[in-house]
């Protein structure tokens, strides 16, 4: 190898030597960049596990406090009275413009057009029906005698009437034959009714058995027998009695001893109330041993005068109260004062309450209370049986 080869030789050696010799030193030399520490794996945090939330513990319903039971309303009975209803004028004026005949003709709601509602209102309402019922001819030797035909029962019905006593002196004008039919027609429409000396019982729309005892003081056999059928009628099955009365002095504003006697009588006897007629005037009323007695109802729908010089009259009304041992016990009055027209000059047979505040009113409620003062009237059929 020739001397310049060899130089070559150790000089590439050389530097061959000195370029490790500086890789080593640089790798030797350069700061250590730290090995990165892992990052920590991230354990995921677990999210806090929830305390259950606990339905709060709903309240207990409470128990709903039961309604008081509402006492029961107690069942009260009212009887309403009123007088004479006479259907029709006596035959010496029935073909008068204002008589009975001319004034309602066939319009049968109209007398009591001004008072049915009154009645409607009530469970028992009871009249003296001074008249006949029927559609057959008759003939009376009365001068004052009436007869209405068979539809005028329908006054009767329309205006709310129950029952009807036919205990009077005009029961009979026109024969047991005509009075047969108007007791036929009363059937028919469910009016109750009795006559002289007769008992019923009535049964209300509301339950209440009621027992009348009619009689007519022209036949004393039936005043003597009334104790008696007051009792009958309570055996059979009457909660209240009432014993109508046709007696007393016409004209008259007052009793006679022998009403007041035989009314006591009757009450005394078990009767609950004494309902009485004839004299065509307002009467008083009295509270005795527990009853009840009036005893003059007046008139009511009365065709027997055009003009009467007295138009007071009233409807009487009886409460009674069903107590807890479900008897019937007394439980007031209430009066409605009224006159036997709508209008004060004539008789137009349309009974209309009067106005509270007025003096009719007031004399009236006067006559029921016993508290009137004036003169009886002076009825005086003489005019009419003129002699020559």
């Known amino acids: 190898m020739s001397r310049s080869t060899q130089t070559l030789l150790k000089l590439f050696s050389l530097l061959l ?9 640089a790798i030797i030399s350069a700061p250590q960049e730290p090995a990165p520490t892992p990052a920590p ?14 339905e709060p513990t709903p309240e207990p319903t409470p128990e709903p406090t039961p309604e008081p039971t509402p006492e029961p309303t107690p069942q009260v009975i009212t009887i309403s009275m009123v007088g004479d209803c006479t259907l029709a004028s006596y035959p010496g004026i029935r073909n008068f ?19 049915a509602d009154i009645f409607a209102a009530d469970d028992f309402t009871i009249a003296n029906l001074e008249c006949t019922l029927s559609d057959q001819q008759g003939w009376s030797a009365s001068t004052f005698s009436f007869l209405a035909p068979a539809a005028a029962a329908d006054i009767l019905t329309l205006g709310r009437v129950e029952y009807v006593t036919t205990a009077n002196n005009h029961a009979l004008d026109y024969g047991q034959a005509l009075y047969g ?12 009714h009795s ?4 008992g019923s019982l009535y049964t209300t729309q509301s339950g209440v058995v009621i027992g009348v005892y009619s009689m007519f003081n022209y036949y004393t056999n039936a005043f003597e027998r009334m104790p008696e059928a007051v009792a009958a009628l309570r055996e059979q ?34 009767a609950d109330i004494v309902y009485g007629s004839h004299p065509h005037r307002l009467q008083p009323m009295e509270k005795y041993n527990g009853g009840v007695i009036f005893y003059s109802m007046g008139n009511w729908c009365f065709g027997g005068n055009t003009n009467p010089d007295d138009q007071d009259t009233a ?8 107590q807890e041992d479900g008897k019937l016990a007394y439980a007031g009055i209430t009066l409605i004062p009224c006159a036997i027209s709508s209008v004060k000059d004539s008789n137009d047979y349309c009974p209309t309450p009067y106005e509270e505040d007025s003096e009719d009113y007031a004399r009236a409620l006067s006559k029921l209370r016993g508290d009137y003062s004036g003169p009886n009237s002076n009825v005086d059929y003489s005019f009419m049986h003129q002699e020559g």
Request: charged share 15%; proline share 6%; glycine share 12%.
């Open 17 to 25: 030597v000195a370029a490790v010799f500086a890789c080593g030193y």
């Open 41 to 54: 794996t991230a354990v995921p945090t677990a999210e806090p596990t929830p305390e259950p939330t606990s």
């Open 97 to 115: 413009g204002n008589s009975f005949e001319n004034v309602v003709g066939s319009n049968w709601a109209y007398p009591f057009s001004h008072t």
């Open 181 to 192: 039919d108007t007791c036929s027609l009363l059937d028919a429409r469910g009016i109750g």
């Open 195 to 198: 006559g002289d000396g007769e």
């Open 237 to 270: 099955g009457a909660e209240l009695v009432i014993v109508a009365a046709h007696w007393g002095q016409e004209g008259s504003y007052y009793q006679t001893p022998d009403q007041t006697t035989l009314a006591h009588r009757a009450i005394d006897a078990g």
């Open 315 to 322: 409807i009487a009304q009886l409460h009674y109260q069903r």
